[in-house]
């Protein structure tokens, strides 16, 4: 099976935090690049961060650095973003993501956020102020 799917989202108070989780399949976790993108109404899909699951590397959005963070448990072949001192520009729809591991392996750790492959039906985040 090739799959992500993620869970988690609530509605948060401004200040709060929140963590999401992302559990792929064997195909699509394991020395691979895991991302978060979030889609707010009205907006484009943006890269929020993204993790090399074969040696933790990662990368953060500039909006995002500082606030949130993205880890992994490799036994449980999941991803966390977690994410604190939420604003309600934070409203989105989060999605995990995974690239295809074939294009990974051509470069293991320019994960970014470009061609993403595998995507979760979404987990939706709604900050309040």
């Known amino acids: 099976q090739v799959y992500v799917e993620e869970s988690g989202g609530d509605s948060v108070q401004a200040g709060g935090s929140l963590t999401l989780s992302c559990v792929g399949s064997d195909y699509t976790y394991k020395s691979n690049c895991l991302g978060w993108f979030r889609q707010a109404p009205g907006k484009e899909r943006e890269g929020v961060a993204s993790i090399y699951t074969g040696n933790a590397s990662t990368y953060y959005a500039a909006s995002v650095k500082g606030r949130f963070t993205i880890s992994q448990d490799s036994a449980k072949k999941t991803v966390y973003l977690q994410m604190s001192s939420l604003q309600p520009e934070d409203t989105a729809m989060y999605y995990c993501?995974?690239?295809?591991?074939?294009?990974?392996?051509?470069?293991?750790?320019?994960?970014?956020?470009?061609?993403?492959?595998?995507w979760g039906p979404g987990t939706q985040v709604t900050v309040s102020s």
């Open positions: 993501a995974a690239r295809d591991p074939l294009i990974t392996a051509l470069r293991p750790t320019e994960c970014k956020f470009n061609t993403y492959n595998f």
